[in-house]
């Protein structure tokens, strides 16, 4: 599919600019907030933000990415202050047209995302963080490494989803996509050797919380953000999905890049990846790859690609596991808005689809990603719903 036009706010060039950038005269104050957390100091966090909320006039004068990074800085005091119990907004009401200007401007929700919290936040002395501690930023560099993959990634989609599963270029395109991919598996191993479930629990996940903006209820700066699920979309969610993840996916998309709900929409309107594989080889798949000696290459790098997703799956259910157990959590599910039941779902659709590609593949990797063990749906439950 082509690009339109528009700001790319994802460009690693404007990130770049983005983390330099303190359009609110924001860097003491967002230390401080450290501080002010720790000490659940509600009244000093409204003062802050009061002072830095910029006027419309103000606004007017910046760059997008002046624009985005204002967002970065008063998204830290709204996290903040609901962390503590209120609902932010009402409490510094003059913020609600500064948030949807910003929301406007910039083409995303008003408010801020986790493409703020991590990609355009500073590293270093000037590193925006809720608490201070080495756990958050554990977590802040394990998005923050993912994301220039994904985009790439998502390009790469985007022309997979366009070549014929019979062109040799398509093993090669998936190839390319699995090794921007196999970058996920290194965050979550990140995470898993240096973030303890209970500091997440107990200590981080209140920040993710969310508010409401001029009567819209806005999700936190999660990394349920980081859009997997839109990867998915183009390789085989579009029409083998189920209803709790279609809907999860749904919700998930207004947060993404403007890029990038393109793209959503676009594959939603087209068949996936997988089903043009799967009925590439028809009903009986050995001639046909006689015929068609290419589509061998094609499904083993579907299946690689697959199987990795599903191994950081499998990982970050581990994980999601720990931090939701009834006796540690302080909420009954993620501040996406899902369950852990939801991801071992949608775990297990990949898992099963994954299953279905390596058959095709002569049985390489048919059992990806068991090795967490979790119990799993029947192979063909994926099975398409659409053509
Ligand atoms: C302590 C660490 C983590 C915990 C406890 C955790 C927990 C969760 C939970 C409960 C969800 C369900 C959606 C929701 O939030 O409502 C979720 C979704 C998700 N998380 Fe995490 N997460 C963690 C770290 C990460 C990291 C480091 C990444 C990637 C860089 C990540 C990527 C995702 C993605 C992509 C989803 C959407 C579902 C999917 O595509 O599988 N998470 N997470």
């Known amino acids: 599919m082509t690009r339109t036009l528009g700001i790319d706010l994802g460009s690693s060039i404007r990130s770049a600019a983005i983390r330099g950038l303190d359009p609110l005269?924001?860097?003491?104050?967002?230390?401080?907030m450290r501080r002010q957390n720790a000490e659940a100091d509600v009244p000093a966090l409204v003062a802050a933000l009061?002072?830095?909320v910029p006027s419309l006039d103000d606004v007017a004068g910046y760059s997008p990415e002046a624009c985005v990074a204002a967002m970065r800085d008063l998204g830290m005091f709204l996290g903040s202050i609901k962390k503590h119990g209120p609902e932010p907004v009402p409490l510094v009401p003059e913020i609600t047209p500064v948030l949807l200007e910003l929301g406007r401007r910039t083409d995303m929700v008003p408010r801020d995302t986790v493409h703020h919290y991590t990609t355009w936040n500073p590293a270093g002395g000037r590193q925006r963080m809720y608490g201070g501690?080495?756990?958050e930023a554990y977590l802040q560099e394990?998005?923050?490494m993912v994301f220039p993959h994904l985009r790439e990634g998502l390009e790469l989609a985007g022309v997979l989803s366009d070549t014929p599963v019979e062109d040799p270029k398509f093993a090669v395109l998936t190839e390319d996509l699995t090794g921007h991919v196999?970058?996920?598996v290194a965050s979550i191993d990140m995470v898993m050797a240096n973030v303890s479930p209970v500091f997440f629990a107990r200590a981080l996940r209140s920040y993710f919380e969310e508010i409401t903006v001029d009567g819209q209820v806005l999700l936190g700066p999660a990394a349920a953000q980081v859009p997997l699920w839109l990867i998915d979309q183009a390789v085989w969610a579009s029409d083998r999905s189920e209803p709790g993840y279609e809907e999860f996916l749904r919700d998930s998309v207004p947060y993404s890049l403007p890029r990038w709900r393109e793209l959503y929409a676009y594959w939603t309107g087209v068949p996936s990846v997988v089903s043009r594989l799967v009925d590439a080889y028809g009903e009986d798949p050995d001639a046909t790859e006689r015929r068609v000696p290419a589509l061998r290459a094609s499904s083993e790098a579907l299946a690689r690609l697959l199987r990795v997703i599903v191994v950081f799956r499998g990982r970050h259910l581990g994980i999601a596991r720990k931090a939701y157990d009834a006796d540690l959590r302080l909420y009954p599910v993620g501040s996406g808005g899902a369950s852990v039941d939801l991801l071992r779902q949608i775990t297990d659709l990949t898992r099963a689809t994954a299953r279905l590609i390596a058959r095709r593949a002569g049985g390489m990797g048919a059992e990806a990603g068991h090795e967490h063990g979790h119990g799993?749906?029947?192979?063909?439950?994926?099975g398409r719903r659409t053509a």
């Open 50 to 52: 009061r002072s830095l």
């Open 133 to 135: 501690d080495i756990q």
């Open 376 to 382: 799993h749906a029947g192979a063909e439950s994926a």
């Open 25 to 32: 005269a924001a860097d003491t104050l967002c230390f401080d």
């Open 142 to 144: 394990s998005v923050r």
């Open 182 to 184: 196999e970058t996920m």
